[in-house]
């Protein structure tokens, strides 16, 4: 493992003056349990040959690293993608998910408890929860749930209590708090399995780990497939986790590490999450890290045309990263995130998810500028879920 993983987080879960554990007593009991749980257990060799044994057989990694010719031969540049759109259920999800079911059945425990937003993180928990036995229960705004419906009837099918939260703007923010609520409850029997490298310490940690197995095979398979590193790395910035997936396989490197945000409609709050970009440090959901605050430092609104994208925090690693100028952050709007859903599709045959869209976007241009030079570019998912909503939206472009 990379010198730089052992070093971070602290001992405390910070990273720099980002991360730690801001929860009530009764929570930080159980989440130093994980803690301890999580330094044995994930470091034993049966605990780490089950999960590669998972990741090859049930999720079919390695995925492949591809050379975009076609998009390429566009540009001046060279354009790469890691297929994290070919992981099991179609996006990197489930690389922490499967990694945090093993780690509840090595605890013993019976049921894994998690919020949802667009369903993503919900179905990728289910898949896990169903692999491995485990009772499944999965918190939701009731606006989210009228919208996301194709995911709410995925993750019944695979077995999930589905939740309906009813107060508040019923949405996310709610569905944390009634998640957190519900495993406070049953913290014996159930643990709670969070969807980014956000949260209170170990998740950010955890998460990252879970994911790492990203930049380790993409940094193997461009080193064979071109015998030289990556000039540029990017990926889509929402909690950040397939970010900090792929990031986390070159940080030792020289090579150029940069996290996209969604700019939205506008720079106006409320409708962007560039909270990397234009947010202050914070405390949300347990954790220090930049965030889009209202005028009263209360957590801003957020948009992006990319559900998975829209959230006013970012991990706390990336925080760190920035400062320390490790990782470069910059924007795309929804206008170039859809550009890049239809030229991927249209040209390489490819469909994105919209998240990972706003990454290639940022690629597209970096090729346009930068002739001869490399971007890989961290295809978070697939975009089957948003072709429905493009369509009726935007129509097909010719
Ligand atoms: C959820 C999701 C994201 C955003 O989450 P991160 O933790 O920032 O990676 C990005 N892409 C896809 C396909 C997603 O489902």
Redesign the pocket.
């Known amino acids: 493992m990379a010198e730089y993983l052992k070093k971070h987080p602290d001992q405390k879960g910070f990273f720099g003056e980002y991360g730690g554990s801001f929860i009530p007593p009764e929570l930080q009991a159980e989440m130093d349990k994980i803690t301890d749980a999580y330094y044995s257990i994930s470091k034993s060799h049966d605990f780490i040959s089950e999960l590669r044994s998972i990741r090859k057989h049930f999720q079919g990694r390695p995925t492949p690293t591809y050379f975009c010719k076609n998009l390429s031969s566009r540009t001046n540049g060279r354009i790469y993608l890691k297929r994290e759109d070919l992981n099991h259920t179609g ?3 489930l690389n922490h998910c499967m990694g945090e079911g093993l780690l509840a059945k090595y605890l013993g425990k019976k049921k894994v408890i998690a919020e949802t937003g667009a369903g ?2 919900g179905v990728a928990l289910a898949t896990a929860a169903a692999y491995f036995g485990l009772e499944c229960e999965i918190h939701m705004g009731e606006v989210d749930i009228a919208k996301e419906h194709p995911n709410v009837v995925r993750m019944k099918l695979l077995g999930a209590k589905v939740v309906p939260v009813t107060h508040g703007l019923k949405t996310l923010k709610e569905a944390v708090d009634s998640a957190f609520e519900a495993y406070l409850k049953d913290p014996v029997t159930a643990i709670y399995c969070i969807g ?2 956000v949260g209170p310490h170990p998740f950010p940690m955890m998460v990252r780990d879970f994911q790492h197995v990203v930049g380790v095979e993409a940094r193997e398979q461009f080193l064979e497939m071109t015998g030289e590193l990556p000039d540029t790395v990017t990926a ?8 900090m997936g792929i990031f986390s396989g070159f940080i030792e490197d020289d090579v150029r590490l940069v996290g996209v945000e969604p700019s939205g409609r506008s720079l106006k709050m409320g409708d962007h999450a560039a909270s990397m970009s234009y947010g202050k440090p914070g405390v949300l959901h347990g954790f220090r890290s930049y965030l889009l605050q209202d005028e009263k430092g209360d957590p801003a609104p957020v948009y992006s045309i990319a559900s ?2 829209d959230y006013p925090g970012s991990g706390p690693e990336h925080c760190m990263l920035k400062d320390t100028g490790r990782i470069e952050y910059t924007t795309a709007s929804d206008a170039d995130c859809l550009d890049a859903f239809y030229s991927l599709s249209r040209i390489e045959g490819i469909i994105p ?1 919209l ?2 869209a706003h990454a290639v976007s940022y690629a597209m241009k970096y090729a346009a500028e930068n002739p001869r030079k490399s971007v890989l570019v961290n295809l ?2 697939r975009g089957d879920k948003d072709i429905d909503f493009v369509v009726d939206t935007y129509g097909v472009r010719e």
């Not at 889509?236 to 397939?242: K, P």
């Open positions: 996006a990197h999800k993503q993180h980014s490298v889509c910035v929402g909690g950040g986790s397939n970010a998975g994208l998810a998240e990972s978070s998912g």
